[in-house]
Structures are given as structure tokens and as C-alpha cells.
């Protein structure tokens, strides 16, 4: 089992830049999969980003392909999501969240552990 806490959230003007954190708990954090996602008010938890064990393979939804960038430090039980050239309709609640069986990166449904969440707001 792992905890999942998120970290890095603000309020932020267009165009500029934050840098979201994961602290996962536990001894395994190297053998999960790792994904982030975000929920707008009134909306539903949509996928952002994602990367696996082992090599690090990584997946973006289309609208932030280029402006963010998910990573892992093993060594440090954290992931992060550099967030650059953001726009309000980045604004959201966003989510860590960790998977070890079946995983799928793009779903929602496949991911077994999740953080508390942290808000971004981005004014225009």
C-alpha cells in the first residue's frame, strides 16, 4: 500500500509556471505507476500525465503536450509535474495517483491509490 501526498498548487498568472510534487509513502514507490490528473469545478477527473516503472515511459493528454513534463526521482519517493505556459483552463484540483497491477495510463479506473489533491488557479 502506498499514501500519496500532493503539493506544490497556487494561484499563478497566465503563461507562467509551477512545479507540482507527489510524496509517495512506502518502500516500493519504484514499482508503481504513476499518473496525475485534475478535476475543474462542475467537471469530471480528467487524465493529464503518466509514467510508468522501470523505464520511465511517459503520456500526455493532447493539450499539454509541450508545456508539461512529468518525471520521478525513485530515490526520493516523489513524482512531479512542471507545469509551463499555463493557461486558465488549466485551472483545477490535481491529483496524484499510483497503480501496480494492470495498468492502463490513461484511465482513471486503473489507478488503486490516490492523493488528497491540490488546487491550481490560473488567472488570465
Known amino acids: 500500500q502506498v499514501q500519496l501526498v500532493e503539493s506544490g498548487g497556487g494561484l499563478v498568472q497566465a503563461g507562467n509556471s509551477l512545479r507540482l510534487s507527489c510524496a509517495a509513502s512506502?518502500?516500493?514507490?519504484?514499482?508503481?505507476?504513476m499518473g496525475w490528473f485534475r478535476q475543474a469545478p462542475g467537471k469530471e477527473r480528467k487524465f493529464v500525465a503518466a509514467i510508468s516503472w522501470g523505464t520511465g515511459n511517459t503520456y500526455y493528454e493532447d493539450s499539454v503536450k509541450g508545456r508539461f513534463t512529468i518525471s520521478r526521482d525513485n530515490a526520493k519517493n516523489t513524482m512531479y509535474l512542471q507545469m509551463n505556459s499555463l493557461k486558465p483552463e488549466d485551472t483545477a484540483v490535481y491529483y496524484c495517483?499510483?497503480?501496480?497491477?494492470?495498468?492502463?495510463?490513461?484511465?482513471?479506473?486503473?489507478?488503486?491509490?490516490w492523493g488528497q489533491g491540490t488546487q491550481v488557479t490560473v488567472s488570465s
Open positions: 512506502g518502500r516500493t514507490f519504484s514499482s508503481y505507476a
Open positions: 495517483a499510483a497503480d501496480r497491477d494492470n495498468w492502463s495510463p490513461r484511465s482513471i479506473t486503473a489507478y488503486d491509490y
